[in-house]
Structures are given as C-alpha cells and as structure tokens.
C-alpha cells in the first residue's frame, strides 16, 4: 500500500493536481485536477477544475472543462480523488463486447 506524502490533512495544490478524478457512479475517470476556484474572503475551495472530456487536454481546446463542485468530493486518497457526479456531462464509455 502508498503511503501518502501528507498524512494530515494538510495538501499542496499541486499534490491535489497530480490525483486522478474517478466518478464513483458509473467509475468512469475524469482526468487530473487542472486548476482550483476558491474564496479568497473564506479561504475555502469551491471547485474543482478537470480538462475537457475526450481529448487531451490543451490550452487552446475550444471544449469547456469540466467542473466539480467542493460537495461532490466523497473522498480524497492517496492517489485518487473519488467524487459522486450523478449528471456526469462526459462522453460515454466506449462499449465493448466481451463475448456475454
């Protein structure tokens, strides 16, 4: 098992960046945390800010990121960031055909 840097809960921005979004109602993954939007006032997080669904990510993609409210976090491990996003507006998985 990792062993995370931060035991506490205590986290850099760019250790929450290099986490992986996963989507805990259909598992699908999001991507890594881009950027963040805070309350300067409170000093609270409100979002968090993924690249466009379906492409790599560019600075000159035309397609809006995909932002996750602060609620929808479940939990924030190791490695990953779990998140419950029930309208999820991320393409389809794609299907395969397993042979069932």
């Known amino acids: 098992m990792k062993q995370c ?12 960046r290099d986490k992986e979004v996963i989507n805990i109602v259909d598992g ?3 991507g890594c945390v881009i950027d963040i939007e805070f309350d300067i ?14 492409k790599y990510f560019s600075f000159f993609s035309p397609r809006e990121n ?7 976090i479940e939990r924030i491990g190791c490695d990953l960031i779990l ?13 395969h055909d397993c042979g069932i």
């Open 28 to 30: 699908r993954r999001l």
């Open 83 to 95: 998140v419950r996003l029930i309208d999820c507006p991320c393409p389809p998985p794609p299907q």
């Open 5 to 16: 840097k931060h035991p506490s809960s205590i986290m850099t921005f760019c250790d929450l």
């Open 41 to 54: 006032e409170f000093g609270k997080i409100h979002k968090l800010i993924l690249p466009p669904q379906g």
């Open 66 to 72: 995909l932002i996750v409210s602060w609620d929808c």
